[in-house]
């Protein structure tokens, strides 16, 4: 599809669950970010990583958790969420940071914080 | 700081005519401007951008997008809608964020919806 991935497609968590995200694109990209859609809200940037190095940190609670191991794979660790934290949960990658390239998207993670 | 309006929740067009899905932008500098599109249950898929040159910009499926510096507008367009076309959009301009780095900061989406 797009050359994005994301595992799993759904997760289904108690508030004192840990589990993680997994991301992971084959486009040979050096950028790549996570982003929290929820309902009637705008797109949030939560962390963005540059050839691994984390350059963005939105303002995220520390019960999420990042994790840029290559290029190629992103990780998303949750802990002790919140009800608030249920939403549509996006990776994408970009070729770089700068200039105008577009993002690439995986399908997103759905998850629903009990 | 840099951002994008999209002044309409939803827009309802019948299959066969032209559609319009607008957006707004405010940014300090020239403005690199996106389209994208989300299907249900999907990631967004990118349409088309603007950087720079022809203000009419081409993109996939169709759509083609006219920037307009003076209205500081992007329009998303496509001269004969789908029943396949309802989706959400999102309008999204590149932002400055420090140290050499920017990200996209995007609209809050527009719901199209194509009738038979």
């Known amino acids: 599809e797009t050359g994005v991935t994301q595992t799993p497609r759904h997760l289904v968590m108690g508030m004192t669950n840990k589990k993680s995200l997994k991301c992971e694109q084959h486009?040979?990209?050096?950028?790549m970010y996570w982003y929290k859609q929820s309902a009637k809200k705008p797109l949030e940037l939560m962390f963005v990583?540059?050839?691994?190095?984390?350059?963005e940190n939105n303002s995220v609670p520390s019960r999420f958790s990042p994790e840029c191991p290559n290029s190629s794979h992103l990780f998303l660790h949750l802990h002790t969420l919140q009800p608030e934290d249920s939403a549509l949960y996006l990776c994408?990658?970009?070729?770089?940071?700068?200039?105008?390239?577009?993002?690439?998207f995986g399908p997103g993670t759905r998850l629903t914080v009990l | 700081a840099q951002s994008v309006a999209q002044p309409e929740d939803q827009v309802n067009v019948a299959e066969g005519n032209p559609l319009t899905v607008k957006c707004t932008y405010s940014?300090?500098?020239?403005?690199?401007l996106f389209w994208y599109v989300q299907y249900p249950n999907r990631g967004l898929q990118f349409l088309l951008k603007y950087i720079t040159g022809d203000n009419l910009v081409k993109g996939s499926y169709g759509f083609e997008a006219e920037f307009n510096k003076s209205q500081t507008s992007f329009h998303l367009k496509k001269p004969s809608a789908l029943v396949s076309d309802s989706a959400l959009y999102f309008c999204a301009v590149r932002s400055y964020s420090g140290a050499g780095s920017y990200q996209l900061t995007f609209g809050k989406g527009t719901k199209l919806s194509v009738i038979p």
């Open positions: 940014v300090s500098g020239n403005p690199y």
């Open positions: 994408a990658s970009s070729r770089e940071l700068a200039g105008g390239n577009e993002q690439f």
């Open positions: 486009l040979g990209h050096n950028a």
């Open positions: 990583y540059n050839f691994k190095e984390q350059t």
